[in-house]
């Protein structure tokens, strides 16, 4: 039966009219058909209670318990990934969707013969060679807008003036719905430094 708070006020007046003269007596049969009218919702209480009780398995574990149980696997999962990444043995960096790197991997700095803050955000564009950094911008601008992978060969300027051919590949990172969160990015070397 669905009973509406509308209905409850047309009814409680109703009764009230009709209860007014008997005094204590009426308030008595008042209470009772209340308790009769709302018993589906005592029962649906104590469902409820039922369906809590059944999410404390284990003394007392809630289902808050059992959310940060996993969001702490997550964080975990997530460290020990970085953590894989981060010791490849080839160059490796991390970027956002916007293609800007946040982290990276110590034999990106090998090859680059750059540090770490040197080479995050868009400073990475800082040592292509000058005349391939118009190609490889513009590709990289390309595979950004399009939600593509990047991988092209090109040459890298280090510190020291010597010049290194790289290999990149920048794959595409993506949540369950394919919507882009950032690339993950490798870097071998092509041949020595010249």
């Known amino acids: 039966m669905d009973i509406t708070v509308k209905d409850l006020l047309g009814i409680f007046n109703e009764w009230l009219k009709l209860l007014a003269p008997f005094g204590v007596v009426g308030g008595l049969i ?11 919702l005592s029962d649906l209480y104590q469902k409820i209670h039922v369906i809590a009780e059944e999410f404390r398995p284990n003394g007392g574990s809630t289902l808050r ?14 460290q020990k990934t970085l953590a894989i990444i981060k010791s490849l043995p080839i160059g490796t960096s991390i970027r956002n969707e916007k293609g800007k790197i946040v982290d990276l991997n110590k034999m990106l700095c ?5 540090t770490e803050s040197d080479l995050k955000g868009d400073n990475w564009s800082k040592w292509l060679h000058p005349d391939d950094k118009e190609e490889v911008l513009q590709e990289w601008e390309r595979c950004v807008e399009e939600d593509l992978n990047f ?13 290194q051919k790289v290999h990149h590949l920048a794959l595409r990172l993506v949540d369950r719905d394919s919507k882009l969160l950032g690339f993950l990015g490798t870097y071998t070397t092509v041949g020595d430094p010249y």
């Open 30 to 40: 008042w209470k009772l058909w209340l308790k009769a009218e709302f018993k589906e």
């Open 65 to 78: 318990d059992a959310i940060n149980r996993i969001e702490v696997m997550v964080t975990v999962q997530d």
């Open 110 to 114: 090998t090859i680059t013969g750059r």
């Open 151 to 163: 991988e092209k060969d090109y040459r890298i300027v280090k510190p020291d003036g010597k010049i």
